[in-house]
């Protein structure tokens, strides 16, 4: 993985490997997909309870006195905490089939399939939670899922966090552990990367070819 380069570049290496790597919302989609699925899973009085129980983490982390981690950790747990995986997958058959496809960003849908096409690995790097990015995966054909997964106690969701919150550094981390993991003997990796925020600046940086908000990116450093 190199300097960032024009996007419409093939590799030279026919023993690398090529690697598109999606954020999910903003990217994929249109705009955010967490708090839709809350509220459409819920209910309103019960997504207003979950913001309620959760305002203090959040109005510390709209003014930088906590960690995204944190704050969306509480949220996860006043909204899920007990669920089971039967409700959940209820939730998300809906979400999934019935949300999300007014939901899709047309370019990143197109740009995705181009890569598909050409027979590039492409995977979602995104921080929203595995109970439906799986899902959302396998509908597009995704060769993997990189996502902030949840916990489970037998099939009831604690509510907490499995994994860290897939965001920012962690993105490029769980990005380098699955390659090790899949691909250890290749000789290369040319990486396509596509994101919209902040975030997504560090997985951005490590592409070869990477676009920010649908325009070519040009290296920068982390701003959140």
Do not use: F
């Given at each position: 993985m190199h300097e960032v380069a024009e996007a419409t570049s093939e590799t030279k290496n026919p023993a690398a490997i090529e690697v598109a790597a999606f954020d999910f919302d903003g990217t994929l989609t249109r705009r955010d997909t967490l708090l839709p699925y809350l509220w459409r899973s819920l209910g309103w009085p019960n997504f207003l309870l979950a913001l309620l129980q959760s305002a203090p983490w959040l109005a510390a982390y709209a003014f930088r006195i906590i960690s995204n981690h944190r704050a969306k950790a509480r949220l996860l747990h006043a909204s899920l905490g007990g669920r089971s995986m039967a409700e959940v997958g209820q939730w998300t058959a809906d979400f999934v089939g019935q949300y999300l496809p007014g939901q899709w960003n047309?370019?990143?849908?197109?740009?995705?399939?181009?890569?598909?096409?050409?027979?590039?690995?492409?995977?979602?790097?995104?921080?929203?939670?595995?109970?439906?990015?799986?899902?959302?995966?396998?509908?597009?054909?995704?060769?993997?899922?990189?996502?902030?997964?949840?916990?489970?106690?037998?099939?009831?969701?604690t509510g907490r966090m499995q994994?860290?919150?897939?965001?920012?550094?962690?993105?490029?981390?769980?990005?380098?552990?699955?390659?090790?993991?899949?691909?250890?003997?290749?000789?290369?990796?040319?990486?396509?990367?596509?994101?919209?925020?902040?975030?997504?600046?560090p997985l951005l940086n490590l592409a070869d070819y990477a676009h920010y908000q649908g325009q070519p990116w040009v290296r920068k450093t982390s701003r959140a």
């Open positions: 047309p370019d990143a849908l197109a740009r995705l399939r181009w890569h598909q096409a050409r027979g590039h690995r492409c995977l979602i790097i995104s921080a929203s939670p595995g109970i439906y990015l799986h899902r959302t995966g396998e509908v597009l054909h995704m060769d993997a899922v990189l996502c902030t997964e949840l916990e489970l106690e037998g099939e009831v969701l994994t860290r919150n897939c965001h920012g550094e962690e993105k490029v981390r769980r990005l380098k552990a699955w390659l090790a993991e899949h691909y250890p003997a290749a000789q290369g990796v040319v990486l396509h990367a596509y994101g919209d925020s902040a975030g997504d600046i």
